[in-house]
């Protein structure tokens, strides 16, 4: 007995091979095949002796399939999958070659089971399907001719997206070397100026807002680097909000009220040693004040309190 299983694109037919002491006649299933399937011609069986399952796997069996058209075609499968060895459930799929050799013709079967380690062998009862001819094959040649050209149309096409795409790449990695060399001319700006005197008292004087109003520039990587060697005397720590390119404000210090990180830049100093002069920069007139304009008392008074508070909790978390 069999039943097909349509599992996304795979027909599956099931069916059960026994081995019986008595003549039984050809398994005639009604199972169809086109020859046009490729890896989808599955043929599931349940090995059975008498009414039972037998326990077969790779480790006890080596078990094959052959299969005969009636045009003379034929092949051994000895490509088996084990799918459920407690039940005796194994499949096999049918090579493309062989349907196609055997278009328009019945197909027998038979499974043959192998004991592993040991001389016996069981050939299990034959069964048969048919094998048809697709009707895409019974297509015209002009329309084939006409598909044929909307497939090279569309091979023209995805290659004009490839090329549009690498181009594309190209353009990027362009970008990408004109902004590393625009990094690279910053930062070799400042090495000029601590390298025309060699001093330890030659040193920068570093804004994190000034450094960090060009959004290329990764202000706590480039302080790290010359913090470490000693060539940053002082520092004006404070945040800024980009809002377009090329414009910003000066925000609270905090890192979520502006654009930098000041948890990075802070961490830059302490992993350098830094033991110069740390100050908060400008300040937003708040809660009333009024005063020169960037000079705030209250709002710088926050940033020295908030940057207190990041050296100390960075200084903890390094203990």
Sequence with gaps: ?????????????????????????????????????????????????????LQISSLNSDIDLYVESENGSHTSLTKVEYIDPINGIIRFVIDR???????????????????????????????RFYVKDALINKIGADIKVKYIRQIDD??????????AASAGIENVENIQLSFNSFISEQKQDLEKIVNLVDSPSNTLCICTGSLGSRVENDVAKIIGDFAKRGKIGAIHARNIKFTGEKQFYESAHLSKCGSLDMYAIMKAL???????????????????????????????ALGVAYLNGLWEAIDKNNK
Excluded: C
């Design 1 to 53: 007995m069999s039943s097909m299983d349509i599992d996304g694109i795979y027909k599956n037919a099931k069916l059960v091979a026994s081995d019986t002491p008595y003549l039984k006649p050809l398994s005639d299933e009604q199972i169809v095949f086109y020859n046009l399937d490729v890896n989808t011609a599955i043929l599931t069986f349940q090995v059975k002796k008498d009414k039972y399952p």
């Design 97 to 127: 070659d062989f349907l196609k050799a055997s278009t328009d013709t019945w197909v027998n079967g038979q499974v043959r089971v192998k004991a592993v380690g040991r001389p016996d062998t069981v050939i299990l009862n034959e069964f």
């Design 154 to 163: 569309l091979i023209e096409e995805a290659e004009k997206r490839l090329i």
């Design 270 to 300: 302490y992993d350098a040693d830094f033991d110069g002069y740390l100050r908060p920069d400008h300040g937003r007139m708040i809660w009333g004040e009024e005063g020169r304009a960037g000079y705030g008392l209250y709002d710088r």
